[in-house]
């Protein structure tokens, strides 16, 4: 459980590194690799990008001399010697200049690679506005039926304060975290009611509302569920990108 | 002394009688599952009916085995089962256990490594033989009699993002094996190895160099064809008759942004011939043109002999993970049929190629796409099993909503994006292979199952729900007929077989290898059981 939490702590500050800037630095000394950015900018973006990603020269985020290099022991000759064969002349950096340009190659690699594993959560709010939020209300009270369990005033005044852009987007797709409520009766006729703890297709478990929490073989009760999440499981079927969009910019606008 | 001398002949020659002849795979023996499909052609169905359905809700434990590996969801290989003896694996891990009685052989580690550690999916076996990829992507070579290393050869730089996690597959005396890794523009292939030595004997490339077939299918003039992706990570399947290896290859790279590669992008997504002799493609058929979505066409590519639309064929059928049943003539690679067999919004329907056409408006987007299914798809590794007797494809699906987001600035590299799932259930479902609708569905509950599925000629249908509760239907109405919870993830595929006239159904729970089989005494009356299927009163228990 200990590792599973340490790796839940660490993965975001891993995976979160959009851009360079942000790279922590427990992974590499980012004064290292704001100097190595700048002289590989300097010295080789005009071939390898400024990124890195490639231009005239190979991309090196891809490249396998990179990915084996250890501060700067594979890249150091190649800086030095050139590849004259392949018009890359050579030049003559100091060990200190050859570190930094490294750090810079290996930190931009991390990002390549933190940016496959998951979606940041700092999502930036100008990607996910392309809604129109007068028709996000328009769906809201019309076709939408959201107004029939939903209030602007209500229940979802200053939504947009509660939740990060990225999240209130999502939960407008469908919002988790809801549990059905159960009425179970059981054989002797006693009628228990509570949230669903856990449900399978051979037990039904709920807590009831002094918190006890009770189970059955699900063929010796009889189950109600009331879903609260019904209604926004057939919204889903029923969405387009334009009413998800839209609503999430007239969400927006209520903070 | 003479009697040491003679115990010691007489064991040498009982190990060398041992191991697994090559020759045996095409027809393999009811007490024996020697590939990780059981057998070649990835049907995943066992003849053997003493379990049947009209007393499989007496199965009960034979034995357990603590791996007492307990991290990630444990359990994800299909055990092999030669001479007795259980082989299977978890990343890092060999066991060899007795399959009477569950009682260990001996236990292989291998050492700590940087490769991603997701899953393992079993070995392959060649005489006395095992084959077992690591996470940083070696093949080793193991004695099967200690589970000493015999070779270990490096299969893919780990470094540049490469894994593994797949059963080899043995043809003859080659080892065909795949490689895993998309978090990084890398490129796939499949190897074949000598069995004896694991030299190099060929090497077939998912992306074709510039100027080969295929490769118009790429933009020119960029590094994209070499960085593509196409890995190869699910075990293929073999017609012994033309001699062909049929393989899925998995999506292109950067995943969720297309927009450095436009084209079909061959050949990712796609279904693969392969002669496994030479490694020359035979035909291919691209079940996701220039996928955005992560869907993969690695899922078992079942092969039969079998009525279509009322013409005798040879088949080839795979459940895609874009949701899209195909069914195939395995000898041209035509499709036969392209059908849905789960819930999907992203295509406007099929080519004349029977090849599903993307809707442009449902690729990822930086403001977030709805699309259905999500990324882990229709379905995915889990084995599908097809049961001939009922003409019917089993296969664990996955019904989803997901938000794509592409959001990469400059240049996109490796995964360019992702998705987030906000809503999915599972279902087992048993598919008309004629139609691809699906005759029943079991639901399996809410979230993500990962089990696969074995059928037999009992009329029975085992694979598990998302809780972890393994379960065993009826085949014909989908009913269920027995269940057990083993304490854990139940992401290990089940595997049948009988020995000394007991059929054991074995499959893995979290870290634990399960073996059930009837009460030990338990006759049944094939007859009267076929005549009164389900009567308890046809039952009959008798002590040996």
Known sequence: ?255 | MTKILLACVGTALAISAQGLDPKTLVHPSADSWPTYNGDYSGKRFSFLRQINKSNVGMLSMAWAFQTDVNTGPGLKSTPLLVDGSLYFTEPDDVWSVDARSGQQNWHYHYHDNEGLHIGQRGLGMYKGHLYFETPDAHLLCLDARSGEVQWDKVLADVKQGYWATMAPLVIRNHVLVGVSGDFNDLHGFIDSLDAETGKLEWRWDALPKPGQPGSETWPANSDAIQHGGGMTWVTGTYDAESNLVYWGTANPNPVMDGSARPGDNLYTCSIVALNPDTGKLAWYFQPSPHDVHDWDAVQTPVIFDGDFHGQPRKLLIQASRNGYLFVLDRTTGKALLSAPYEETNWSSGVDAKGRPVGKTEKYPSPAGTLVEPDAIGATNWMAPSFDPNNGLLFVDTHQSFSLYYAYSTGKPEGFAGRDLTVWSRCYLRAIDYQTGKSRWEHDLGSGWDWSGVLSTAGDLVFSADVHGNVLALDAVTGKTLWHVYGGGPAQGPAITYEIDGRQYLVCGAHGVLYAFALPEGYVSDPLAAAAQAGSVSQRRLRKR
């Open chain 1, 1 to 255: 459980m200990r590792t599973v939490l340490v790796i839940f702590l660490f993965v975001p500050v891993l995976l979160l590194a959009q851009d360079l800037d942000n790279v922590s630095p427990r992974q590499v000394d980012s004064s290292n690799v704001g100097a190595g950015k700048a002289q590989f900018q300097q010295t080789c973006g005009f071939c390898h990008g400024r990124d890195a990603r490639g231009a005239s020269g190979p991309d090196l985020i891809r490249s396998s001399l990179v990915s084996h290099d250890v501060n700067g022991n594979l890249i150091g000759p190649v800086v030095h010697k050139g590849r004259p064969e392949k018009g890359m002349p050579a030049f003559q950096l100091s060990d200190t200049q050859i570190s930094n340009i490294a750090q810079y190659l290996h930190a931009q690699a991390k990002v390549a690679a933190s940016v496959s594993q998951r979606i940041p959560s700092e999502y930036p709010v100008e990607k996910l506005l392309v809604g129109d939020a007068a028709a996000g209300q328009t769906y809201f009270n019309g076709h939408g039926n959201c107004f029939s369990c939903h209030s602007s005033t209500g229940d979802l005044a200053h939504i947009a304060s509660k939740y990060k852009p990225f999240d209130l987007q999502t939960r407008i797709a469908f919002p988790s975290g809801l549990q059905p409520l159960l009425n179970v009766k059981d054989s002797s006729g006693q009628t228990f009611s509570g949230e669903q703890v856990y449900a399978d297709e051979f037990l039904v478990t709920l807590r009831d509302k002094s918190n006890w929490v009770h189970t059955w073989k699900r063929n010796t009760v009889r189950v109600e569920v009331h879903d609260p999440l019904a209604a926004h499981e057939q919204l889903l079927k029923s969405y387009t990108d334009a009413n998800l969009h839209d609503l999430f910019a007239y969400l927006e606008t209520l903070r």
